[in-house]
């Protein structure tokens, strides 16, 4: 009887403690520099999940190491729901390429945020009018026709790497960034590259460029209706589909039920403030505030199995995803 009384008064303490979650500010940390669409989503979304806390919100960069430093950062601090990561994908392939001993697992998953759709594009004078053109030229000429992406381990990368997973080899080359990427295809150093919907827009509407596919499995994007979804022309490509590179909200592993229950409850009733709609709707983001919980986890796990391999079979990735545990997809 005197245990059970004392349980429930352990139970009765803990209960009136993380009733008062939080008493004081959160820490928002963004393992990227400022002006990338993490920054600029955890930027936006800030102040309404602060009106929703009843706190202080800090939004902290931690950039480096393709987020390995921020997502160290706030595992070295206290699971107590003070400090928030918002993630991007790295963390899936952070042990393959030996930047961080951390992964996807080491976190709780509060809530998936937005994605920026990729699409396939090409110069504006090209001579592959679609989709469907693009991928015969691959064919007849395997290994020839130029895509260039921003570095290895990517997007664009992965992308690239899954064309050739389903049979189709392109010729790859880096060019250190998004925007060099971007504009080695505009000036016809290469054929073809992958962009994000909010970077391409206005190229598309100059006719500097021509979208040939959303990166979707039967998606279409509001923003280019009527351009298909890449398994359109390639529905091989179905099996990795939806591959999507969003961010998402992380706690600590450890972080009690309590603490996150009031940052996800939190959270929700941010995404669904009018000005958030209109800050993802106007830049064209896809909103997957739906995936909640051990889902974000669950989704990152699937992701890490297709992405690390890719990247270990391509000889990008130092360290073999087996040496984790991770299953080839």
Not at 222 to 240: C, F, G, H, L, Q
Not at 308 to 322: E, H, I, R
Request: charged share 20%; aromatic share 10%; with cysteine.
């Amino acid at each position: 009887m005197k245990k059970v009384l004392l349980f429930i008064l352990f139970l009765a303490i803990a209960a009136s403690v993380w009733a008062a979650f939080p008493t004081r500010a959160v820490t928002l940390v963004i393992p990227w520099a400022a002006g990338g669409i993490t920054d600029r989503v955890g930027r936006a979304f800030a102040p309404y999940f602060e009106q929703h806390l009843g706190v202080p919100v800090i939004v902290l960069n931690q950039a480096g190491a393709s987020g390995a430093i921020g997502t160290d950062f706030v595992f070295s601090k206290p699971a107590d729901g003070y400090t928030v990561l918002l993630s991007a994908e790295t963390p899936g392939v952070f042990r393959v390429m030996d930047s961080s001993k951390l992964s996807f697992n080491d976190f709780e998953g509060l809530m998936m945020m937005v994605e920026d759709t990729k699409v396939v594009v090409v110069p504006g004078n090209s001579p592959y009018k679609t989709m469907d053109d693009l991928v015969a030229a691959i064919k007849a000429n395997p290994g020839k026709i130029k895509m260039s992406y921003s570095g290895p381990g990517a997007s664009g990368h992965i992308q690239g790497l899954l064309l050739e997973e389903v049979g189709l080899k392109v010729s790859m080359t880096p060019f250190g960034g998004g925007s060099p990427a971007m504009l080695a295809t505009i000036s016809g150093q290469v054929d073809f590259t992958f962009g994000n919907i909010g970077t391409v827009l206005d190229y598309l509407k100059t006719g500097d460029l021509r979208a040939l596919a959303v990166y979707t499995k039967d998606e279409r994007s509001a923003a280019i209706p009527d351009v298909p979804p890449i398994v359109d022309a390639i529905p091989e490509m179905s099996r990795y589909l939806p591959l999507t590179f969003p961010n998402c909200l992380l706690v600590k592993k450890g972080t009690p039920l309590e603490a996150q229950h009031v940052l996800l409850s939190a959270a929700e009733k941010a995404v669904a403030e009018a000005g958030w709609i209109e800050f993802t709707e106007s830049s064209f983001y896809n909103r997957m505030h739906d995936v909640k919980g051990q889902e974000v986890i669950d989704y990152w796990n699937r992701w890490t199995s297709i992405v690390t391999w890719l990247l270990y079979d391509a000889g990008v990735a130092p360290k073999s995803p087996a040496s984790f545990g991770i299953e080839r997809f």
